[in-house]
């Protein structure tokens, strides 16, 4: 005789999933240290502002001494960067020893408008 085959049917087992335990979520501090330390020393410069601006005086008077547009007969001196030279052809002269590269840009532009 033939053997019966019999199909075991499964049963689905189901998983047992464990609760998590809820946690509450504790609010943001609120940083209002931070805040109020900005507006302390914002507050306190716009006091020092006002008490500096209210205690400067400053005089509006201007004496410009107007000059005279008359010519006089000087001694023709020269000065060129800070240095002095008696006529405009000493200073060529001297001018003529010293290198482009060590003049400065004033004694560079006598020395090349320069003409006799």
Do not use: C, H, W
Not at 24 to 46: E, H, R, W, Y
Not at 51 to 66: A, C, H, L, Q, R
Not at 91 to 116: I, N
Request: glycine residues 6%.
């Amino acid at each position: 005789m033939a053997k019966a085959i019999t199909k075991k049917k499964s049963v689905a087992k189901k998983k047992s999933v464990a609760k998590k335990k809820s946690v509450a979520k504790k609010a943001p501090k609120i940083q209002d240290d931070n805040s109020m330390g900005i507006m302390f020393v914002a507050g306190f410069g716009l006091i020092l502002l006002i008490y500096f601006g209210s205690t400067i005086n400053v005089d509006g008077d201007v004496t410009i001494e107007s000059i005279e547009n008359s010519t006089e007969l000087v001694d023709e001196v020269l000065v060129i960067s800070g240095k002095t030279y008696s006529s405009k052809k000493e200073a060529k002269s001297k001018l003529t020893g010293v290198p482009q590269s060590q003049m400065t840009d004033e004694e560079r532009d006598f020395y090349v408008s320069y003409q006799d």
